[in-house]
């Protein structure tokens, strides 16, 4: 027989609901399989849903597994905001003041929480990135699908941080935003692509205190079965990771996505003096009550 379970639905990488990316919070996993896990991931159509777990490794404040409509993800970045948002909110404590330490598929992802202001009040630790150059061949192809011209591709990379993103730096925020991808095409080649654009003038100030960005950011992945994410944390991640290390970006920024979406996410990027990269962003509770889940999903 179904059972209530506490249930969350936050609005992630924004201060107002409905401009972010919506994310299905299940506080309560316990005895779910996993079809019944993918089952209500696909019933939410949202890019993602979470089930928050006791932890099993050491060190760990909570364990979380990550579904698309399509299947489980080893780490994805609005997920990890938005589930530690709900985790906080329904009384969870970590271990040490301001600093949780999240469990899930890539191993422990460490959160950083307190900040006010202009500052994101959550920021997850960046996962180890690794990146290598796309072949010719495949980027020209996907330019192609993306309706690219010769030259508006500044620079690529294949990047990995548990998702794998082609990431195109790209030669304008107006390619950014006009881009029209053939989607059947792209999931075709066997890629998620991230395009970015960074604007050198804002790139010079401290965007995150102004409030002003100065990366603008689209994400299209049609390998879960979301043609277009809203605003995405593991591929803004490995974006600053790339472009930082190669000096295409400052240490500290703010990125936009969602625009064409209609929303306005806003993530703010930070490389500390370690060289860990912070990914950041406002998280609001949109609907709060509970969910009925059967235990098995088949």
């Known amino acids: 027989m179904p059972a209530p379970r506490p249930f969350k639905q936050v609005d992630v990488f924004t201060r107002r609901a409905g401009w972010g990316n919506p994310l299905a919070v299940v506080l309560d996993g316990t005895g779910l ?3 019944a896990m993918l089952r209500f991931a696909h019933w939410t159509n949202l890019s993602e849903t979470t089930f928050v777990l006791p932890p099993t490794q050491p060190g760990a404040d ?33 271990r040490q003041p301001g ?15 307190g900040a006010g202001g202009q500052e994101p009040r959550l920021a997850f630790a960046a996962p180890p990135l690794a990146r290598e150059n796309p072949s010719p061949t495949l980027l020209a192809r996907v330019a192609q699908a993306l309706g ?3 030259g508006q591709v500044r620079a690529a990379q294949n990047l ?31 890629v998620n692509v991230g395009l970015a654009h960074v604007d050198a003038a804002a790139a010079a100030t401290d965007s995150i205190a102004s409030g ?31 472009l930082i290390a190669d000096g ?22 930070e490389r500390d003096a370690d060289g860990q990269v912070w990914v950041g962003g406002a998280v609001v509770t949109c609907i709060d009550g509970s ?8």
């Open 160 to 190: 990995t941080n548990g998702p794998t993103w082609l990431g195109l730096l790209v030669d304008s925020a107006q390619t950014v935003l006009a881009c029209a991808p053939d989607f059947i095409a792209l999931k075709n080649l066997g």
């Open 212 to 242: 002003e960005p100065a990366v603008t950011v689209r994400a299209f992945v049609p390998l879960i079965g979301v043609p277009e994410d809203p605003v995405t944390g593991s591929l803004n991640a490995s974006l600053a990771q790339w």
């Open 33 to 35: 399989d996993d079809a």
């Open 248 to 269: 295409l970006a400052p240490a500290r920024y703010l990125a936009a996505q969602g625009h064409c979406l209609g929303r306005a996410g806003r993530v703010a990027i």
């Open 62 to 94: 909570y364990r979380v597994r990550i579904f698309t409509p399509g299947g489980e993800l080893p780490f994805a970045g609005h997920p990890t905001l938005g589930t530690c948002h709900a985790w906080l909110e329904a009384g969870g404590q970590p």
């Open 291 to 298: 969910a009925m889940l059967e235990t098995r999903g088949a």
């Open 99 to 113: 600093a949780i330490v999240q469990e899930c598929g890539v191993g422990l992802v460490r959160i950083r929480h």
């Open 148 to 150: 690219l011209k010769a």
